[in-house]
């Protein structure tokens, strides 16, 4: 399949300064991704170990005190896009009708002083040449396609309920079609039910557009049932990449092992184990692999040195010394 | 209906309510004086012009009459309602007999007219140009309001006043200094200018301080309305920098700023007292303050109900507008 986009080497930093101090989080450090054309890639991790800030530096929206270290970001449609270095022109170019977002706490992204209706015409009128009755018409089409009442339109964010808000976000991302859509934990924070719900429509939409979807989330389990691939982010690093069938029977790192340990399942009523540990700061991360004061297989090397992320065949990628040496 | 019931009546009831006791205190505070007010104003008249005492007689029974000294108490304060009602507020003793309706009535135009004005120019003024250093806080020309804003806020009023009179009605003498208007009111373009030519010193040293107030209030709010989640997502989705100051921040800010507005509708007022008597400004403040000289205290009296009335008034305005700023207040 083609590639849409590519991160290369990408080092994304919080560089914050108090009281003359410097502070340098560094939340993405050195990530190379591979995003295919039409496939669902599920991003996960536990909190705090940059998905958002990953999602962020895939989007170019980069404000301090967040900075690009190093590294670059490209999309590829029609034409090349250097996402790190776009132009303002080129950003209003390509948002919403090429790449589009669907943020982390969707609660609070909608203007709670504008009906649906209008945050639906100031989006869709910034990229096409429509006005006020036309963006509605195609407003109403749209969530009328995916199963969303018409009257949602004529509501303030404060009067639809939590899972409707979260779908009313979704349709908003994606009513211009793009080819590329980058979710933010779409389902936290919302009831099972509703999850439920919410994943059916992110898979709908990504089915029947033909789009690609980029998936953050910490909930193992969405991904299981969404996602094609899988990247597994421990302390701003990338520790695992692989198909989802792969991460789930085959996971080779130690932590991606954790993370499905944990899992509840249904024919287990046992208490499942928690990683033990917590996870490192990230603006004094630990020397070599992250993950080695949690790691139960940790070696002598894994203290020094930084674990190269290895192809294991068949496009499983693995960064853990325990693999790789075995391989070697 | 429903909003009806659980906005509008319960904001009215408290609009009557403010009336009440403040027209409730006019009414008790010249009892609690040691002195009878009958005597004093007769005496403070005298002492203004010579008078028949046949004239002194029937003032003293209008004057009791209209202090409602006689009776109990109760019907005293049933006896002054009813005389507010009809908008009989006596005398004036500085101008006699000149009912002080029908100063207040001359008076009251000048105010308001200069107040409202004065009111939106400073608040639309303050919120866009506030909201504006606040969103881009980058651009020299937003800093250089800022800093400006920032030096003419703390300068008291009646300074700012007293520098704008002494430099523009002395020193250059563009302006009139005294009066509202020249010429005889009609609708008529030279005698419209006049009002707009008169009134532009007072209304511009309003202008400037509240302005100043409104803008340091806007900026402190945009700063924090650009942090919020639905400004950054209009900005990753590329919307235009005049939308999303418009129906993003300011429209935001709205409900706060109108807040303040009516929270400070009473201290706007007092301000005017001070404009129009450095202006010589025709309106009720300067009635107010030349009342205050002569001791007049039936014109006093008019002017504080009047007063009470109207930024209770103002005030419920404001409040009742809510609604239409911030949809979420009506399911509070
Ligand atoms: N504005 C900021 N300034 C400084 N540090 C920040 C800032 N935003 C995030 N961080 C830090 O960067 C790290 C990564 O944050 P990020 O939001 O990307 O994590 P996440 O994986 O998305 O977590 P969550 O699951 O909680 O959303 C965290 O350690 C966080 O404390
Ligand atoms: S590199 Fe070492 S410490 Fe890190 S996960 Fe592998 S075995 Fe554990
Ligand atoms: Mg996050």
Redesign the interface.
């Known amino acids: 399949m083609a590639i849409i986009a590519e991160a290369k080497h990408l080092k994304a930093y919080y560089i914050t300064q108090s009281y003359g101090i410097e502070r340098t989080v560094k939340a993405v450090d050195d990530i190379s991704l591979e995003i295919k054309e039409k496939e669902i890639l599920g991003i996960a991790g536990e909190s705090g170990c940059g998905k958002s800030t990953l999602l962020k530096a895939l ?1 170019g ?1 980069i404000d301090p005190p967040l900075k690009i270290v190093d590294g670059t970001m490209q999309y590829e449609f029609e034409e090349s896009y250097n996402v790190l270095s776009m132009s303002k022109d080129e ?2 170019q390509i ?2 009708t090429k790449v589009s ?1 669907i ?1 982390q ?1 969707s609660m ?8 649906i209706r ?1 945050t639906f015409h ?2 869709i009128a ?2 096409q040449n429509l006005n006020k009755s036309e963006t509605t018409q195609l407003s109403q089409d749209y969530l009328q396609k995916l199963g969303l009442s018409g009257q949602v339109m004529n509501a ?1 964010p ?1 009067q639809l309920s939590g899972g409707m808000r979260q779908r009313a976000t979704i349709a908003l991302a994606t009513i211009l079609s793009p080819k590329l859509v980058f979710a933010d934990e779409p389902t936290t924070a919302l009831d099972v039910l509703v999850q439920r719900g919410v994943v059916q429509l992110l898979k709908e939409i990504q089915q029947r557009e033909g789009s690609t979807l980029v998936l953050v989330s910490h909930d193992m389990g969405v991904h299981a049932n969404l996602a094609d691939r899988i990247a597994i982010l421990y302390a701003g690093k990338l520790v695992e990449e692989a198909d989802t069938r792969s991460i789930f029977k085959n996971p080779l790192h130690p932590y991606t092992q954790y993370l499905i340990e944990s899992l509840p399942r249904l024919d287990d009523k046992t208490e499942r184990s928690s990683i033990p540990g917590r996870p490192p700061a990230l603006d004094n991360p630990p020397e070599g692999c992250r993950f080695h004061p949690r790691c139960p297989h940790a070696m002598d090397i894994c203290t020094k040195e930084v674990p190269p992320l290895v192809d294991m065949g068949g496009g499983h990628k693995t960064a853990c010394f325990l693999v790789s040496e075995e391989k070697t | 209906m429903n909003l009806l019931k659980s906005y509008f009546l319960p904001r009215l009831s408290q609009w009557l309510i403010t009336i009440l006791v403040g027209v409730t205190v006019t009414f008790i505070l010249p009892r609690l004086l040691p002195t009878d007010p009958v005597e004093r104003t007769l005496s403070t008249l005298s002492s203004l012009q010579t008078m028949d005492p046949r004239a002194v007689e029937s003032l003293k029974e209008a004057l009791e009459d209209l202090y409602g000294l006689g009776g109990s108490p109760f019907e005293q304060y049933i006896n002054y309602w009813k005389r507010l009602i009809r908008g009989d507020l006596g005398p004036s003793m500085s101008a006699f007999p000149t009912p002080v309706i029908e100063i207040i009535g001359a008076g009251l135009p000048w105010t308001v007219g200069l107040l409202i004005s004065t009111i939106f120019i400073s608040w639309i003024l303050g919120i866009i140009l506030g909201t504006l250093a606040g969103y881009l806080p980058k651009n020299l020309w937003c800093q250089i309001m800022d800093k400006i804003f920032i030096s003419i806020y703390p300068i008291p009023y009646y300074i700012l006043a007293l520098i704008l009179v002494m430099s523009f009605c002395y020193h250059f003498q563009v302006f009139p200094l005294v009066g509202g208007a020249s010429g005889k009111p009609e609708i008529s373009w030279s005698y419209l200018s006049s009002i707009l030519w008169h009134s532009f010193l007072p209304a511009t040293s309003l202008i400037v301080g509240s302005t100043a107030f409104r803008f340091i209030m806007a900026k402190a709010l945009t700063s924090t309305i650009i942090a ?3 400004v ?9 920098r005049w ?1 999303i100051v418009l ?2 921040v300011i ?2 800010t709205l409900l706060p700023q109108a807040t303040d507005l009516g929270l400070s509708i009473g201290a706007i007022f007092s301000g005017t007292v001070i404009t129009e008597v450095v202006f010589s400004y025709p309106g009720i403040g300067y009635s107010l303050y030349m009342g205050l000289l002569q001791a007049d205290f039936n014109l006093i009296l008019g002017i504080t109900v009047f007063s009470i009335v109207g930024i209770a008034t103002a005030a419920l305005l404001v409040d009742l507008s809510y609604p239409l ?4 207040v009506r ?1 509070k």
């Not at chain 2, 700023?325 to 979420?328: I, Q, T």
Request: hydrophobic share 25%; glycine share 4%.
């Open positions: 989007l929206t950003i209003k948002r919403w977002y943020p706490g609070h992204v909608l203007n709670p002083v504008r009906k209008d100031d989006f910034t990229h303030y404060h | 919020s989640d639905y950054h997502y209009a900005e990753t989705a590329g919307l235009s939308r129906f993003y429209r935001n700023l911030d949809p979420r399911y």
